[in-house]
């Protein structure tokens, strides 16, 4: 049991490390071209806006999986062979997202580069999806305390993500900038989503 905690301890610290790095390395796309005959100018910046949309977009959505995950592994206590594959299928979704959006920030309007930033938003919805429904059906791989109602939330919450990533994909074969605002409205449900979990549990200890 002692190894099988060390190896979880390693997973989670190799993971923290390396979605440190994917979400530091999205700010190499934030470079504005100018003309070096002339002095900077906030039109120059301003002609920028796909770049800053697509980092800001991007970070946020590294940080929420990144949050998401942490939680999951608050919960498993345990893990195997196929969870570890899991979470390294993961982590090269999370890996790829920087290359994704370095598409999307100079190609903005384009389907094609859409397409393939929803895509790679899609697979790491995928395994992060997998790794809670193959732990969350393990008694053995959670915390023995943990609270049904928990579970049950986190997999709603991770099939509303796939849902919310999904429909975004779809669209970018014909509205990308409207498959970004489907993406970007993930933010808000999600905090909706946590305060009325909150509100529902604090009701039940009344």
Not at 64 to 70: G, S, V
């Amino acid at each position: 049991m002692k190894e099988k905690n060390l190896e979880l301890e390693r997973l989670v610290f190799f993971s923290d490390a390396i979605v440190a790095i994917a979400i530091t390395i999205l700010v190499f796309n934030l470079k504005i071209a100018g003309d070096d005959t002339k002095y900077f100018t906030f039109a120059d910046l301003l002609q920028a806006w796909p770049k800053f949309l697509a980092f800001f977009l991007s970070f946020f959505i590294i940080a929420l999986f990144w949050k998401i995950h942490h939680q999951f592994f608050f919960y498993i206590r345990d893990i195997n062979e196929r969870l570890l594959w899991y979470n390294i299928s993961w982590l090269l979704f999370v890996v790829l997202l920087p290359f994704s959006t370095t598409l999307i920030s100079n190609h903005f309007t384009d389907p094609a580069a859409m397409v393939v930033y929803c895509t790679n938003v899609v697979l790491i919805n995928v395994f992060q999806n997998n790794i809670w429904d193959y732990a969350s059906i393990r008694p053995e791989f959670l915390k023995p305390d943990i609270d049904e109602r928990i579970i049950k939330f986190y997999r709603r919450a991770c099939n509303v993500a796939m849902i919310n990533s999904l429909v975004s994909l779809v669209l970018a074969f014909f509205f990308p900038i409207i498959a970004f605002v489907i993406l970007v409205a993930r933010f808000p449900s999600i905090l909706s989503a946590r305060r009325l979990f909150k509100l529902m549990n604090l009701k039940d200890h009344e």
